[in-house]
């Protein structure tokens, strides 16, 4: 199995920048597709961003302002999260799972603690 561990959140204003950062053990990160997702209080866990091989995928609310990669050798996922704005705040959960022949991210049972996001206007 593989365990999963983020980190890089924090405070941050309206237009500002964060990189996260999700550090994994147990089992090589290029066995699976990796991902992200996030959890605002009261509302369920959305998909945020995933990677494949080469191949990236975004949710519409953060493309073109996130991007996701990933280092084989360091055994680690990041997302770099740029033009932050009130609404990306939230607990942000790395993900280790599949991708559908749809071309959809699917989350198997692998994730880490969460890494809160707060966003300030």
């Known amino acids: 199995q593989v365990q999963l561990v983020e980190s890089g959140g924090g405070l941050v204003q309206s237009g500002g920048s964060l990189r996260l950062s999700c550090a994994a053990s147990g089992r090589a990160i290029g066995d699976y597709a990796m991902g992200w997702f996030r959890q605002a209080p009261g509302k369920e866990r959305e998909f945020v961003a995933g990677i494949n091989g080469v191949s990236t995928y975004y949710a519409n609310s953060v493309k073109d302002r996130f991007a996701i990669s990933r280092d084989n050798a360091r055994n680690t996922t990041y997302l770099q999260m740029n033009s932050l704005k009130p609404e990306d705040t939230a607990v942000h959960y790395c993900?280790?799972?599949?991708?559908?022949?749809?071309?959809?991210?699917?989350?198997?049972?692998?994730w880490g603690q969460g890494t809160q996001v707060t966003v300030s206007s």
């Open positions: 993900n280790a799972g599949s991708v559908s022949s749809t071309g959809d991210y699917d989350p198997w049972a692998y």
